[in-house]
């Protein structure tokens, strides 16, 4: 029964192809093409997502402005974590599928405009992430000695845009690092900082970023929250991994973990705060010892201004209470902490894509008259478009040109062959019917989600069954 209404969905939809007046119908042999603006996991997914339903053929193309895939995966996630790291291993395997092809060193709204890339394809979805960091907005912050995570993260990582003279020069000579938030990007730096040159040596980081780091004297590391442990987003798993560092203590002040009734609240409803508040209170007790690196967790402290004039050379913190609505309060109380470093990990902001419609920094939920599915409707093959044909698939090497339907667009750069691999995923793609009008969708979680229309049925309901394990 589950194979016939999968089939009669696949053929309704096919039908509507077929009736439409502006194109010939997707067919294995021409297949709608798909444009993937950003090649990390969330876009690698959404390719697998694509081209594994069998409602539509669908050909996509891949294309990242770095000349090599997978995103945050190969310079996002700590070095030291090879285990978490090894998704890569996933992620290349998708890209093995020949209706996949990666276009690597491409900087779309650089090296091809956003309205050239519509003119070949039927529809964009944007999958690239929000690279900038957030910033605190407060004195001192652009001295010398105060970096943003982003810019340590990619150092360490072996990002190709990292700024290693600055990186490297606000290393030099550290001591006391203070790193603002707490979140899991927080821990990584923390932790990373916090290890010896032997714990560093079987990872892949870059060699000179190993030679730096072990030259660097950090005695002392201070990871800052705004709010209580109760409000902190770090992962247990993180948080725990503190504690297995060779030469470093953990210490934590048994005042900080005093909960107020709403985080008792929050934690008595949250496992992983209450997981994270165990974790905590079992280092309670630790004391500093001599000749070990001293890794601080303080809640309940904001920065207000960093010190120095040359160079940073302390922070200065107030002291904060959370409110009935779970909002950082300042007191009033103020105290001056050593640093001859501060990195902050507040959070990340959307880089605008030119030619996107934008709107406060947050992806745009509107119509797009080109057809691009980030920013509106899901478009037809329309007989006015064409272009010069490459091919088809890097793998391949076929070429085609079909009257009537997009071809793919000659990148002003050469494609970088490479291999892409995405877990099996749920998505709309499957369901969402290119026959109607307009399409809206949201992007949450670095996912493009469209709306699913009335006739399609759920995910993992009759059609394509999800094995994502996530309904």
Known sequence: MRRARRGQDASRVRRRFRASPVGP??????????AVVGAGPAGIYAADALTRQDAVPVAVDLIDRLPTPFGLVRHGIAPDHPKMRAIRDTLHRSLEDPLVRFVGNVDVGTDITLAE???????VV?????????????????????????????WYTG???????????????????????????????ARVLSRTAEELEPTDMPQHVLDVLAAAPVEEVTVLGRRGPAQATFTTQELRELDGLADATVLVDPADLELDPGSEERAATDRNVSRNLAVLRGWADHTATTGRVRLRLRFFRRPVRLLGEDRVTGVEVERTAVDGDGRAMGTGELEALPADLVVRSVGYRGLRCPGCRWTSGRAPCRTSPAGCCATGRWPRASTSRGGSSVGRAASSGTTSTTPGRPSPPSW??????????????TTWWTRWS??????????????????????????????????????
Not at 25 to 34: D, G, K, Q, V
Not at 117 to 123: F, G, I, T
Not at 444 to 455: E, L, M, W
């Open 434 to 471: 290119p026959g109607a009008r307009s399409r809206c969708c949201s992007t949450t979680g670095g996912r493009s989600t469209p709306p699913r229309p009335r006739s399609a049925p759920a995910a993992g309901g009759p059609g394509r069954r999800c094995t994502s394990g996530r309904h």
């Open 25 to 34: 119908s997707p067919s294995p042999r021409h297949p709608l093409r798909i």
């Open 126 to 154: 944007y999958t690239y992430g929000a690279s900038l960091d957030r910033q605190l907005g407060i004195e001192g912050e652009q001295l010398p000695g105060s970096l943003a995570a982003t810019d340590l993260v990619a």
């Open 117 to 123: 890339l519509r003119r070949h394809v039927d529809a």
């Open 159 to 189: 990002h190709p845009d990292a700024d290693r003279a600055r990186v490297e020069a606000a290393l030099a000579g550290v001591r006391s690092v203070v790193v603002v938030g707490v979140g899991n990007v927080a821990l990584d730096v």
């Open 412 to 425: 002003p750069t050469r494609p970088t062959a490479c291999c892409a691999p995405p877990a099996p995923l």
